[in-house]
């Protein structure tokens, strides 16, 4: 009867230890795309709503079934419309009338990812991003060197997946980015914000 029951234990011990460490060192990696809208903020003060589009990169290491860790590298514009700016925003030659500013950034969030839900379908994910300038333009003029090369903030979203097979998922999302840094080389202090609706693929290692 104990060598039943220490079998037993050491089975069910055995059981648990290989489930709780299956999920540890698992990898997901996806793509997706999405539709971006941004604006620029200083003070209370916003400007219009800029509407463009985003590519996604992301790599997930998972620390258990619950938790893991979040990263990618991404492609996004942000910038604003000018038709919309107070005086009180912007200053000096960002506030002509009619024309988009385009600032096109290369991304590196690095995040935790909370999973939750009865199947783990749903997460949230909460950290911060580094932005590295490309190009920023007025309409087809190019005023990059207006602006500081790097934008950093505080990076956060909802997602939900679901499955297609045992590797691979698909992916409905909402990614945000409030930005800490101020764009402008120049004393202003506006700041960048946008927050995008996305699709993609994920696959599981």
Same mark, same amino acid.
């Given at each position: 009867?104990?060598?039943?029951?220490?079998s037993s234990l050491i089975a069910i011990t055995s059981f648990f230890s290989a489930n709780a460490q299956k999920d540890f060192g698992e990898i997901e990696v996806g793509f997706s795309f999405g539709y971006n809208t941004s604006i620029l903020r200083n003070s209370n003060e916003d400007t219009?709503? %800029?509407?463009? @589009?985003?590519?996604?990169?992301? &790599?997930? #290491?998972? /620390?258990?079934?619950?938790? =893991?860790? *979040?990263?990618? $590298?991404?492609?996004?514009?942000?910038?604003?419309?000018?038709?919309?700016?107070?005086?009180?925003?912007?200053?000096?030659?960002?506030?002509?009338?009619?024309?988009?500013?385009?600032?096109?950034?290369?991304?590196?969030?690095?995040?935790?990812?909370?999973?939750?839900?009865?199947?783990?379908?749903?997460?949230?994910?909460?950290?911060?991003?580094?932005?590295?300038?490309?190009?920023?333009?007025?309409?087809? %003029?190019?005023? @990059?060197?207006?602006?500081?090369? &790097?934008? #950093?903030? /505080?990076?956060?979203?909802? =997602?939900? *997946?679901?499955? $297609?097979?045992?590797?691979?998922?698909?992916?409905?999302?909402?990614?945000?980015?409030?930005?800490?840094?101020?764009?402008?080389?120049?004393?202003?202090?506006?700041?960048?914000?946008?927050?995008?609706?996305?699709?993609?693929?994920?696959?599981?290692?």
């Amino acid at each position: 009867m104990k060598k039943i029951l220490l079998s037993s234990l050491i089975a069910i011990t055995s059981f648990f230890s290989a489930n709780a460490q299956k999920d540890f060192g698992e990898i997901e990696v996806g793509f997706s795309f999405g539709y971006n809208t941004s604006i620029l903020r200083n003070s209370n003060e916003d400007t219009e709503f %800029k509407r463009s @589009t985003n590519y996604l990169g992301s &790599v997930e #290491f998972f /620390l258990n079934d619950r938790w =893991g860790i *979040k990263s990618g $590298l991404n492609f996004e514009k942000k910038g604003w419309k000018s038709n919309s700016i107070s005086f009180g925003v912007l200053e000096g030659n960002y506030k002509e009338n009619n024309v988009e500013y385009d600032l096109s950034y290369l991304s590196i969030p690095l995040m935790a990812n909370w999973h939750f839900g009865y199947e783990r379908n749903w997460n949230l994910n909460f950290g911060f991003y580094t932005g590295f300038l490309l190009k920023a333009e007025e309409g087809s %003029k190019n005023i @990059t060197k207006e602006f500081n090369t &790097v934008d #950093f903030g /505080l990076a956060y979203g909802i =997602g939900y *997946k679901r499955r $297609l097979s045992d590797r691979i998922k698909i992916l409905f999302d909402f990614q945000s980015q409030s930005g800490f840094t101020k764009i402008f080389k120049e004393s202003l202090k506006a700041k960048n914000w946008r927050g995008g609706v996305n699709v993609g693929i994920l696959y599981g290692f």
